[in-house]
């Protein structure tokens, strides 16, 4: 059986299994469809909030990210990690307490205000609707590789898939899906993961793999030939620093922030049984998200090393070395045809040099002594890496196919996920609670499916010309998230006297500072060619990055929430009263419905 | 609330918070003072092939994050018990 069949056939058998489990599981009712029924363990609620969590991003993005960046892209591993320790200490307990299923209603009663509950929704949404344009990005390469069109068609089919497959009731967050989901995303990662690192080193784990001599008998360690491997072709070093310190730390705490105030994530531990069972689901979350997540530096790693010895099998400077054209291998075919791999020969020879041509002193040399005219490869798509990988290392067409299966499952799942947040915001904490008190239930649901259909036109209209690389995209979601709901929720929980005046003032602040920052210089609402300045360090503010703004936007937040409520009336008995009920677990009880 | 119960309150609450700012701490230094801010110093040693600072910024700290939930996780189910806040079965 070709390549091409047995990725229809995978990917379909594993649809095949989600449906299956839906139908067999499906909620009997509102409230058991968002609590997934009271009996879900620890642990089952932490592969869950895996398969949630991971999404395009992390599964078809961050590694290839990894691979070009190598030390420098280390903010999202850390990032992305790290959120959970914030989760598990500052939010997710309290939140449980407090027992109630969505973030704004949270908001809402803590700061006894209508408007800090729309603030709030207000905010989710922006940050949700950007995550999805980062997926959405994903979703088009996943598809336009699986089905071996251009990136826009692929990007289209793909927003139909998603579109059924978020409208399909039964899809939703029935906790035994995302399961079935998180084993099929977890064995596609690691396999292929596994097989390279046996294929470069000796080690059975690429987490010990990558930190290995090679099996080539030289007995040099794999990142000391990898950084060897793109010095010679004037890269830059793998594994030392390049960009700012400042914006590393930036980045990292926006990412970590944002990781404890991205709506869908919390919501999962609302639905847990009790206070204890939040703590150890996080606990059990970040330990599934672990499994890929130190995976991930080697992918990485052998990815790119793999890339460049494809291209550049020999001693750099002799001709033989330089792939020849003609001969390249059927994944660089494949991915031509997506439009996000390009070659261009521009100084005729019909071989393909792969270099930095950005490194003066290096361009310079490699001109004068060996006719290089620039490098070749003007447009390899940092998204592509993790599903080429395992054809650039050539490993058996099951696995390939595996990981195409792996790839649209975090992708899907995902933006599924973030489209319900999205529609239920706004038919429900908007709508229902504010506007319409009493509009029925079916229109409820109508006004959601509305909802959904816009989000996934804006968010397919914008992944068509992202803002950047999938993962790029969606910190700038993390970004807008930090700046806004984490503060105002740990605001909530840990400082009695902040009071509604200050909640919405903080959140105003936050998210418009962030907002504005980002708009600057990724264009206004993302539409391409509308930025103010130039996206670079030299025009950024105090050399912060748009990515990494949210961490200076959350700090503004707290303190604009600090000072206003101190200037203000403090919060009246009872809510001092509820803060000191949700600072203990006893007397948890369920979650109760709305 | 009576003010025994109350003072069991802030003392539970005094114990939850200093055991956050011990999490927190060790957090913060895995991560960032060992992975960013001195990465050059921590490359100078090596943990098999990884530079160490290197291997604290890709694998370590997702490690330490880890250990660090559970933790906390299980101390302070010990600190709600201790102090009668643990929930009923």
New interface residues.
Partial sequence: MDLHDLTFLVVGATFAVYIGIAIWARAGSTKEFYVAGGGIKSWQNGMATGADWMSAASFISMAGL?AFKG?DA?VY??GW??G??LL???LA?YLRKFGKFTVPEFIGDRFYSQGARLTAVGCLITASITYVIGQMKGIGVAFSRFLEVDFTTGLFIGMGIVFIYAVLGGMKGITYTQIAQYVVLIFAYTVPAIFISLNLTDSVLP??G????MNDGSGT????RLNQTVTDLGFASY???QGS?MN??ML??SLMIGTAGLPHVIVRFFTVP???DA??S??WA??FI?LL??TA?AVGAMARYNLTTTIQNGEVGVVEANIEYAERPQWFKNWEKTGLLKFEDKNGDGRIQYYNDKNKEFAAKAEAEWGWKGNEMVKIDRDIMVLANPEIAQLPNWVIALVAAGGLAAALSTAAGLLLAISSSISHDLLKSVFMPNISEKSELMAGRVAMSGAILVAGYLGMNPPGFAAQVVALAFGLAASSIFPALMMGIFYKRSNNIGAVAGMLVGILSTLIYIFMYKGWFFVPGTASLPDNPANWFLGISPGSFGALGALLNFVTNYVVSNMTAPPPEHIQQLV?DI??????GEATGH | MTQKNEDA?VA??KA?LSL?KL??AI?FFC??VL???F??AM?TMS?????LG??F???G???I??F???F??IR??QI?RKF?????E
């Avoid at chain 2, 943990?47 to 530079?51: H, I, V």
């Avoid at chain 2, 009668?84 to 009923?88: A, I, L, V, Y």
């Fill in positions: 990894i030390y280390s591993l850390m990690t790290g959970y320790v598990a200490m500052l307990p987490q010990i990558l930190g290995s001599a360690f794999m990142l000391d594994t030392i620093q310190t590393m730390f990292t705490l009790k206070v204890a703590r150890s996080a606990g970040l330990f672990a997540y130190t530096p000191e600072r203990i677990p006893r007397g948890s | 309150g539970y609450w939850n956050l999490c927190l957090w991560s960032y992975g960013i801010f990465v050059d490359n943990l098999g092939g990884y530079p290197f291997w910024a890709q694998q700290s997702i490690y994050f880890l660090l939930i559970v906390y996780s302070m189910g709600d009668g806040m643990d929930e009923e």
